[in-house]
């Protein structure tokens, strides 16, 4: 059966890490304060920076305090969570001592009497065939046990590794093209009307591309809705404005929240 609630608030690409620690406070007030006021809550991956292993996490006092937000959350609202590209190796005993409940990617849900399908959405990323065949690779169960049983110091540096030669891998695509680059990282058409389609749906909500947007769309006769969510930054004036959303679902419709304000 799949999971039911009169009342939703989404969120996902958090991409906690203790270097940004502006966006972790709003998540623990998040967790204390907007989250309880609805049934459920939805992370639709990437709510860490990278994730190497449940037991790397026991040597991480930043891990531990947004476990123990997590397990307060839990025992309030029930929260499910779906893996994204940078803590797809989050696994059961984190799940069990926070009180989550893993969802597959994708997974159909009802909220408000209405079903949704929710993705991370990298699968979804198609154009990107490097990516998608990186992606195969390291979700192989075999290989997942062989980077579990390294020590962590060593699955640390190859994460870290990885991170930086995706940020450069972005940065020379992007200075290159940007439109071809918006196209390459951003899901396709093509991937979306399947997936929907195996799944009978016509709503789709996902993260992972960091482009929040509702969308009105169409493949051939194929007509669906797709919500985007947004990654969340406050620690970066710099950049882009600061930004923190979740997606609220209820009986009154699907709406934006935004979390800098509030």
Known sequence: MIPQCASALLISDLHLTPSMPLTAQRFFDFCE??????????????????????????????QQEVKRALANLSSKTKTYYIHGNRDFLLGHIFLKKTG??????????EIAGQQYLLAHGD??????MGYQAFRSWVRKPWLQKLFLALPIAWRRAIANHLRSNSHAQYQRNASASYSKNQIKTNVTLEACAATLRSHASDKLIHGHTHLPAHHQE???????????????????????????SALLIN????????LVKS
């Open 218 to 244: 169409s493949f051939g006769e194929q007509l669906w809705q797709r919500w985007v969510l947004s990654d969340w930054d406050l620690d970066h004036p710099e950049g882009a404005r600061p930004r923190a």
């Open 123 to 128: 699968a979804l990323c198609t154009a990107d």
């Open 100 to 109: 989550m409940t893993l969802l597959t990617d994708p997974s159909l849900v």
């Open 33 to 62: 304060k907007d989250a309880p006021q609805v049934q459920a809550v939805f992370i639709l991956g990437d709510l860490f920076e990278y994730w190497v292993g449940d037991d790397a996490s026991l040597h991480s006092p930043f």
């Open 251 to 258: 009986e009154q419709g699907v709406r934006s929240i935004d």
